[in-house]
């Protein structure tokens, strides 16, 4: 009797016609405008670990789909979703200068969705069509989960506030009314909010 069939990559003969890793007669890749690094921490001690990348559409949704749901999630763990090539790190060069709104979600429900919504705004460009945002956080916390949108810090000063502010509007819409959305540059105090929806 022959063995049952293994994991679809076990089949492959090569590669795909457009030199990519799909098997042959995969549909087209649709790629993202921009591409995302997923990094995951256990511990709020611990350093990020790269444990994947987002490139096109296809992946969103295998991701998205094989992800396990935040109430899942250990507590204190983190998860970041970042460009390609951005460290989630003030220090990093696209974040030098930059800030980032954060919010809290205590109920768990509700904490779910407003992930998923996150999400899916990032990596469709429906949070930001200007590119100035660089990354997501998710930190599960024992009685809350931390939310952080990072913008980059080469934001022309002209257009800073008008492009933070947008940001920060479009986020409150997704959310329950009673979060407040706090912006802070990275590096300042703690409390030292520039904005506050």
């Given amino acids: 009797m022959d063995?049952?069939?293994g994991p679809r990559s076990a089949g492959r003969k090569g590669k795909g016609a457009a030199g990519d890793s799909r098997c042959p007669g995969d549909p087209p890749a649709y790629p993202l405008k921009r591409e995302w690094d997923i990094t995951y921490s256990g511990k709020a001690s611990e350093p990020p670990v790269r444990v994947g990348e987002i490139k096109c559409i296809?992946?969103?949704?295998k991701v998205f789909n094989h992800?396990?749901?935040l109430r899942a999630f250990p507590v204190e763990s983190t998860i970041y979703c970042?460009?390609?090539g951005v460290a989630p790190s003030w220090e990093d060069p696209a974040n030098v200068g930059g800030g980032r709104w954060m919010y809290s979600i205590t109920d768990q429900a509700a904490a779910a969705v407003a992930w998923q919504q996150l999400y899916l705004d990032l990596f469709g460009e429906g949070l930001d069509p200007t590119a100035d945002v660089v990354g997501i956080v998710c930190a599960r916390r024992r009685n809350y989960t931390r939310f952080s949108v990072w913008t980059r810090g080469a934001l022309e000063p002209h257009r800073r506030e008008a492009v933070?502010?947008?940001i920060?509007?479009?986020l409150k819409t997704d959310l329950p009314p009673s979060v407040k959305l706090e912006y802070q540059v990275h590096g300042s105090d703690y409390g030292a909010y520039q904005f506050v929806l």
Wanted: positive net charge; without cysteine.
């Fill in 58 to 61: 296809q992946t969103l949704w």
């Fill in 164 to 166: 933070i502010s947008a």
């Fill in 67 to 69: 992800i396990r749901p």
């Fill in 168 to 170: 920060g509007r479009k």
């Fill in 82 to 84: 970042f460009q390609h």
């Fill in 3 to 5: 063995a049952a069939p």
